[in-house]
Every structure is written in structure tokens, then in C-alpha cells.
């Protein structure tokens, strides 16, 4: 996936947060947005990701524009932002945090335990962490939550 960002403005209210930012993202790549809390970062991936509308600039995906209404139509095209502050439910297992939501289910609508352990371990395979699906996530270190966070995107 090929992801273009161009001449991207985004104000909140009189404050202005970008102005003129372009971003390229190419498959393969690894990128880290670094800068000064109030830099605008977040505010770049929330505007991919739909949270937030652009007030000017085009996104281009895979050479179409394209913008989304909420993260969770970006997440269904294969865009998801991972944010630097932890979203795991300390008193839930490692395995339901990665599931939350997207439970996977039996035809009976019975949790499919096997199917989302098989998923879990092949994520984390490919992520080579190693964490106990059946720990809870508070009792993780602060690496493994992260990838924990990673490997629900994906």
C-alpha cells in the first residue's frame, strides 16, 4: 500500500496545527513522526485515519484520493494508528484485549477460542514476541503492551 499525504492544513478554531504537511508512506517502509508535543503529529494520523477531516490538501491511496469518515473505515482498508498511550484492559487476558470487539465466533455464536489462539500466536509469530495469552495484560512490561497493541492491528 502506497499512502501520499499532500499540502495537508488543519486548524482548531484560530489555533493552526499543520500547514502545508506532506507525507509519503510506501510499502515496506518504517516511519517514526517525531517532534514536540503540540507538533502535530497526531493530528496527521487522525486525519488519515478519519478521526478528523483536513481543512485543505489530498490523501492518495494506492493512486486514488481517498479520505475516511472514522478510523474504523480506515482500519477495514488495512490503516490503523497506533498511539503511543497504552489502550489495554489491565484485568483482561493478553487474548481478549486482541480480540475485543472482533470477537471470532462458532455458527453457533459461541466464542471460537481455537481460531483466535491460532490467530493470536501466528501474529505474534510473525511480531516474534512471546507473551502468554492467558496473562493478564496489567501484568505485562509496558514492550509487551505495546506490541500487544500491535498485534491487534494486524
Given amino acids: 500500500m502506497n499512502i501520499e499525504m499532500r499540502n495537508i ?3 482548531f478554531g484560530t489555533n493552526r ?3 502545508g504537511v506532506d507525507f509519503d508512506l510506501r510499502e515496506g517502509e518504517v516511519h517514526a513522526l517525531m517532534g514536540e508535543n503540540g507538533a502535530g503529529k497526531s493530528t ?5 485515519t478519519g478521526l478528523h ?4 490538501g489530498t490523501i492518495v491511496i494506492d493512486g486514488e484520493e481517498t479520505y475516511f469518515s472514522n478510523p474504523k473505515e480506515a ?4 490503516i ?5 498511550e497504552l489502550n489495554v484492559w489491565p484485568d483482561m487476558t493478553v487474548l481478549d484485549n486482541l480480540f475485543i470487539g472482533k470477537e471470532m465466533t462458532s455458527q453457533l455464536g459461541f466464542l471460537n477460542m481455537k481460531q ?3 490467530l493470536a500466536k501466528e501474529q505474534f509469530g510473525k511480531l516474534a514476541v512471546t ?3 492467558t496473562q493478564e495484560a496489567g501484568e505485562c512490561s509496558v514492550g509487551q503492551q505495546q506490541m500487544i497493541e500491535i498485534a491487534k492491528r494486524l
Fill in 9 to 11: 492544513h488543519k486548524s
Fill in 116 to 118: 483466535m489462539k491460532a
Fill in 80 to 84: 490503523a494508528f497506533i498511539h503511543q
Fill in 131 to 133: 507473551i502468554p495469552l
Fill in 17 to 19: 496545527v499543520l500547514t
Fill in 53 to 56: 477531516s483536513r481543512d485543505e
Fill in 44 to 48: 496527521l494520523m487522525n486525519i488519515l
Fill in 75 to 78: 482500519e477495514e482498508k488495512g
